[in-house]
Each structure stands twice: as structure tokens, then as C-alpha cells.
């Protein structure tokens, strides 16, 4: 017998790539440039906009990097979309992209701030969840946007341990955003642990889940650079869902998810709505209503224990809870139901009246999301149930199967919760990409706005939404007009 001859050598990466690796590794360096010539720097002016920056001392540098920056970093994203050469060249390009991004200052918001003062307001014994950062005394209140420095955290108890966890760590305030930040990088590397096995478990390359996920400029600029809590999020719902679609029906591997999904929970409430399909993912054998009702008491069990141990542990309670209903007090045309709501204020001022229509259109949306979900879920199960009953063993409910019906549920739940919610900040759009990126058979469609949705903030946290108010939400405003009637038309299938 001959021995084996060597494994077959990777095929060679083309031109193509190589060129999207470079330009956007030279995107990510302008667009640390740009952190450093104006990013959300602890003394710079707050309430700036897009004019007052170009005339600062280094404002046309610092907007021209910016721009040239995203263009790059977006392009080349964009060019690779249906999938880089292999999974650990997306691994490596992403890595190499985050390199200069994970040593600039913090950008596109100022939010890891207020994640600073929340941490410091409770390791200094104060409730984060009854007071403002302001009225416990924090002494980096001057970098907090004036918006978020009277309002109650609206973080569960995880993320709370984290941020006071970063206060102590990193001792003053240059410390405790560098602590964040590693905080932040822990939770993509678990979600990128993750990436892999759930591609698998749905059906889909690897090297494209990746790429998308983990690739975009979102991910670099506001996850890494601005190091929002998303990321902890994301990696811990991933991971959760990776438990269920790799040990379906197993007690302890439910309870373990719930566990995960519920941590996810407690950092973020959004990762609330993927529970559901995540029942649906841990099931193995046929869909009966019994076996939902037990399934889902497993992942019940582990999710409540989560909370209430999370909750116990930091002495907090549910306290974050009351905090969540200040997560809209800012109102920006990016969420669909506050552009219909600017709009029916325009409209009524135009015949001398005045609304109010904001709350009422964000109130309905709400509802509304609560119907979409229910629709989700149900056709999710009811698509499951069909396949499970089909006697025919080339489309009987396979393992592929079921992960990707529900992943993909879970993914759409997401999307309408980003969508329908009061407000949108470009970095919630990292939330859907990543079970999209595990399930979606095309990629523009959600592609496109999450590339658009880059453009949005400049490096020192101004939102472009804010000085585009009434153009933005008559646009947004018939883009949905349009979806609308486009889906209306469509044949159902």
C-alpha cells in the first residue's frame, strides 16, 4: 500500500479578493485616521454637527477620511457578499480589518460612555436603574450625551456586572474604555466561535456567514471601535442557538441555552424575541404540541433561572425593566414609525393642527410587531410540522431542515423588531445580519441597508439623521409606501 499522498492545496485566492482585502484594510486605517483627527474623543464638543465639524481646525481631514474610509470598508464588503474564498481567509481579512479600528479612539457614538458612568454609578452603590448618571455623580458625566445623562439604564444586570467590572478593572476613565472594549471583542470572538457550527447546522458555506457577519463595516466601526454591548449580545445568543441546533431534545443542552439566550437577555431585551424559534430549533422528532410544551419548559427553565440569578447576583432585580421605556427619547427618521409619525405632524401643521403623532405611530408599530411575531412563529411551526408529517425521505424534516426553518424565523423576528422598533441606531442592524447571514438564500436585499446604514454616523457620535429630519422621514416615509405596496402585489407563495 502506498502512503497517502498530502492533502489538496487551498485554491489560489484571486485577484478579486486580494484587491477587497487591501481596500478595505486601507478603509479601516482612514477610518481610525478619522477617529483620531475628530472621533468621539472625551473633550470633544457635544451637540456638533456635520457643518460646525468641517470647520473645525481638522474637520475637512477628518470628514474626508471619514468618507473615503466607509466608501472603502463598504465597497469591499459588498464586492465578496456571496462569499469570501474560504472561512479562514474571511476569519483573517475580518481580523486584519478590526486591527486598526480596535486601537482608535471611540466612534460613531458616544455611548460607550454612558456605558462608563452607568458601570461607575454601580459600583459606587447606586442603582443605575433609578437614577441618571448625573444625579449619581459621575465624574465623567461632561463626555455623556446630554440626552442619556437623566435617564435610567435600560442594560440588564449583565451587562451592568460588566461595565462596573471595567470601572474597577480600568481604574480612570481611558481605562474603563479600553476594559469595555476587550469586553466588546470577547463577545465577536464568541460569536465567530459560533459562526461555523451554525452554518453548518443551516445548510449554508461557512466562508459566506462569516464574511457577512463578521466583515462589515458596522461590526468594525460601532461593535469594535465604539464598543457597544451588541457584541456581548450577539456572541451569547449565537452561542445559545448553537447549543440548541447541536443537541436537540436533550434536558441539559435546553437548560443550557435558556441559560445562554437568557444572559443574552440580560444585556440586551431585543434577544428576547429569538427565544420562540429557538424552542423550535431544539426539537428532534415530530412537532406535537406535547413535545413543544416540553421542550419549551426546559428552555423556559434555563432562561428563567438566568434571569433570576443574574438578577439576584447584582442585587438589582428587575429594575432594567422600567429602564427600557427610555430607549426611545430620541426620535431620528431612521425608525420607520417615527418618520410616519414626523410625516402626520407635517401634514397637520400644514392645516394648522398639531398632532402628536409620534407616540400614538410608535405605539401602533409596537403592536403590530407583537402580531408579526406570532405570524413568524406560527408559520415557522406549521412549516416544520409539514415536513416532519412528509413520508417521503428526500424532503422529510432533516436536522438542515429544522435549524434553518427556525434560524431563519428567528432571523426575520429580528428584522421586524429593528424595524418596528421606536428607534434605530445603525449598529441594531448588526442583530438580524448575523442569523441572516446563516440563512438567507440572497444577500442584497439586506445587504444594501445595512451598507447604507454605515454612512449614517460621523466619527465624533453626530448622527446625520438628526440635521436631515424632515427630507429623511419623507423619504423613509415612501421607501415603506413602496415596500408595502410591492408586498401587496406579490403572489403569495
Known sequence: ???????????????????????????????????????????????????????????????????????????????????????????????????????????????????????????????PYTVGVAAAGCPWLDTVAPIWRDTPAPYGPVFMLLAALAVSLGGGLTGTIVALRVIAVAGLLLAALCLPGLARAAGVPARRAVWLALAGPLVGVHLVAGAHNDAVMLGLLLCGLLVVVRRPGRPAGLLLAGALLGLAVTVKASAVVVVPFAVLAGMPGRYTVRALLRHCGWL??????????????????????????????????????????????????????????????????????????????????????????????????????????????????????????PVFHPWYATWPLALLALTAARTTWFVLPTAAAAFLALPDGTNLARVTKAPGALAMTALLLTVLVRTARRRPR
Not at 481579512?93 to 486591527?99: D, E, F, N, Q, R
Not at 428563567?304 to 443574574?310: Q, R, S
Not at 401602533?364 to 412563529?377: D, E, M, P, T
Open 1 to 127: 500500500m502506498t502512503a497517502p499522498g498530502p492533502p489538496f492545496p487551498p485554491p489560489p485566492v484571486s485577484l478579486a479578493a486580494l484587491r477587497a482585502r487591501y481596500a478595505g484594510l486601507v478603509g479601516a486605517v482612514l477610518l481610525a485616521v478619522a477617529g483620531y483627527l475628530g472621533g468621539a474623543l472625551p473633550d470633544a464638543p457635544l451637540g456638533a454637527t456635520p457643518t460646525s465639524i468641517w470647520r473645525a481646525p481638522d474637520g475637512p481631514a477628518t470628514l474626508t477620511c471619514w468618507l473615503i474610509g466607509t466608501m472603502l470598508l463598504v465597497g469591499a464588503w459588498w464586492s465578496l457578499r456571496e462569499g469570501a474564498p474560504s472561512t479562514r481567509w474571511a476569519y483573517v481579512t475580518a481580523g486584519l480589518w478590526a486591527l486598526p479600528l480596535l486601537v482608535a479612539p471611540p466612534m460613531g457614538s458616544r455611548d460607550v460612555y454612558s456605558y462608563a458612568c452607568q458601570g461607575w454609578t454601580y459600583a459606587h452603590g447606586v442603582d
Open 300 to 421: 423556559a427553565g434555563g432562561l428563567l433561572a438566568a434571569l433570576l440569578v443574574t438578577s439576584a447576583v447584582s442585587g438589582l432585580g428587575f429594575g432594567w425593566v422600567g429602564g427600557l421605556t427610555h430607549s426611545g427619547d430620541s426620535e431620528q427618521w431612521t425608525s420607520p414609525p417615527t418618520a410616519v409619525g414626523f410625516v402626520i405632524d407635517y401634514a397637520g401643521a400644514l392645516v394648522g393642527r398639531d398632532p402628536q403623532a409620534v407616540p400614538v405611530v410608535r405605539a401602533v408599530a409596537l403592536l403590530l410587531l407583537a402580531g408579526v411575531l406570532v405570524v413568524l412563529w406560527w408559520r415557522a411551526w406549521q412549516t416544520l410540522r409539514g415536513l416532519s408529517e412528509v413520508a417521503a425521505p428526500e424532503v422529510r424534516c432533516t436536522r438542515v431542515a429544522r435549524s434553518r426553518v427556525a434560524l431563519h424565523g428567528a432571523a426575520v423576528a429580528l428584522v421586524a423588531t429593528v424595524v418596528l422598533s
